[in-house]
């Protein structure tokens, strides 16, 4: 039996492109670049929306020459310039944990990957479809592929295409996501930077090239994008007119959303062994003692509802806290408002378990929370001498999650546990299952997801919530708007993507993180995550309140308008009135992803029959040598 031998220098020269494929695909090779850096000045920090029109010509035209290991190649390289430069702030965590730039390049190579399901077939119809075919196929092509990468355990919906216009001066241009999502915007970006992909071609060649039908068919198939694009933009300017001026108002229910600009280093500090008991309690009160100070500012606003941030409270001991419990109890009487908050939550395995074998259960409007009574808290002392709760179940389920206390009713029994966890952040998924690697190797958190989306219900308003990354999932949304939810409230710690964490810290890392351009990209984490809520508003048209530790914070009406936003690394409390009368749903609503599950199956299709081609292929060799014996 022949031995088999891995000789990964053979393996990295298969994909290095060879002295040959430099010289014929050279030109290609630098397009794909080229497009790959305009990809990083699209998204916050810098927010060129417009260059995103023509970002990816470049690579287009060259996906018209092209072909097997050299399409392979310039797609990869194209897609990790692009990703790595626009995910480059992740390399902030490295304060955190020192194997943070490997794993950024290893995501910036998974996302790049998924590009090949698009360059194939999208090469293929630009050789071998007619051109009126080919530019609308390639931009369902890029826009289906893109939303594969919501699903699994490892989806990262981050800046997708779409995600690029929300910006004030093309808010016109995002109103079609309550038709068609975000998936409907990157359609017609792909449009664009496709047809004019096919002048540039045809322009260069002056002749007919491969897959054009010269300079008049490319100047014909601009103007008809220029009508679409036009329409686009009558839709919606009535849309933004319709649907402006819904925060604000007299009458509704009146909101206050609390930034207190907690450092995560003071939270992290928390957390490690090294710190003492006496440190970790004073720490913890005088966070306390801030979040307090700032309801109270929220309070003299007689809101009827204070939202505060994701794991405002850090004891991982929350649920077990009466004393806490009574205190927020007190205030959220006292001040006759609700309150919001992001706390740890525990549940003994076995009950967790019985839920988790039921599946996620999606609310349907009117459908009540499921309650569920809270521990009791049996003290004991652990080997460091602190007092920590005895479990009575020997494992427990921990959950990021969002907490009420009601005016009247106290701290609520039902709890809304985060469904859709940050991969390699509050899970490992696959590398989870090895022993000591999550927790020692990654230093990733080990939270479970919940089962359900929770409604909650304040002044007769119910509003339904998201933390931290959920807000990217557009389908989170949608449920909960169509479980009856009339506000949107994302809790999210955002403090754990700061640069001047390293900055101070010095050394190499830190003076890497002061260059120039290398300075905006660590910076640009925080607003690319913040133009997700916009999105969410704008799909459900229902307003959305913003809570974020350290910013941004912000109140954002239906149409994407924002009328409140806070500054980064700022105490701060905004107080409005939103609107909240109940609404038809949008078509979004209504059919979900439905344009981009048809963008899908186009290239669902093609993959399919080149599979079947092949074995149909295969079988007729083997029935010839059968033949032939």
Known sequence: MPRLRLNPFRALARVWPSRDDWQRHGRDYLLCALSGVAGWF??????????????????????????????????MLFGIIWFYGNLWWLNTLFVFNPFIPFGVALLAVVCASYLLLFAFPAAWCLRHCHPALAVPALAALWTGVEHLRSFTEMAFPWNLLGHSQVVPRMMAIVQIADLGGVAAISFLIVLTNAS?????????????????????????????VAGILTATNIYGTAAMLRWSGRVGTPDGLRVSVVQPNTSQMDKWTIYAPETSPERRLAMETDMLRTMFDLMRAAAAERPALIVLPEAVIVSPWFVYDRELHRVLEDFARTNGTDILLGADNREPWETYSARLQRGLRVLRAGDQPTSRPLPEMRLVLDERGETVPLEASPRMAVFASAWQVKADGGLQPFVYDKVQLVPFGEQAPILGHIPYFQDKIMMVGSFQAGTEQTVFETSATRYGVMICFESTFARLSANLSRAGAQLLCVITNDAWYDPRYLIERGGFAGLVMRMPLLRQLAASGPPQHYLHSILRAVETRLPVVRSANTGISAIIGPAGDVHHRTPWAEKRVITDTVDVTPHPSTVYVVFGEWFAHACLALAGAYWLWRLTARLAARFRRSRISALAA
């Open 196 to 224: 004019l992909a096919r002048l540039a071609t045809a322009l260069g060649n002056r002749h007919r090239a491969p897959g054009s039908d010269g300079i008049p068919g490319a100047l014909a198939g601009l103007v008809v």
């Open 42 to 75: 699209i998204f916050p920090e810098f927010s060129f929306a417009e260059l995103a029109w023509a970002a990816l010509v470049p690579y287009l035209m060259a996906l018209y020459r092209l072909e097997g290991g050299s399409l392979a190649r310039g797609t």
